[in-house]
């Protein structure tokens, strides 16, 4: 897989490449190629499974990763609305997520999707 490749792939699920990621990718390209294609193809295969839609899948990340606190659940939770997710669905996984993280996990959601949805109102005409 070549870096074009990768960089398109990010930009089909997010709608851009996040900076952290464009870092490492960055960084892999000089100094290890062949784990960047390792691990690329590896989260490309995980991330488009047979069994799951993408809006599914992507779900499912944004859930895991408010439940760990992560920044990069607002990845996902932009790749949730480009694969067909509703607000209220996201809403919902935060809810779930609240279950077995807290309010830490709703909190950072808050902040998350304030973003996400103002981005997505100003996108939209």
Do not use: C, W
Not at 24 to 50: K, S
């Amino acid at each position: 897989m070549d870096v074009e490749e990768i960089l398109e792939g990010y930009e089909r699920m997010i709608g851009r490449v996040p900076p952290k990621v464009a870092a490492r990718i960055d960084l892999m390209r000089e100094r290890d190629p062949v784990a960047l294609d390792r691990l690329e193809t590896l989260r490309a295969q995980f991330l488009d499974p047979d069994t799951l839609d993408q809006k599914t899948v992507q779900l499912i990340a944004f859930a895991i990763l408010l439940v760990q606190t992560s920044n990069a659940a607002g990845n996902h939770a932009r790749a949730a609305l480009r694969a067909g997710a509703t607000p209220k669905e996201l809403i919902d996984t935060v809810h779930i997520a609240f279950l077995f993280r807290g309010l830490a996990a709703a909190n950072h959601a808050g902040e998350i999707l304030a973003d996400v949805f103002a981005a997505t109102e100003q996108a939209d005409p």
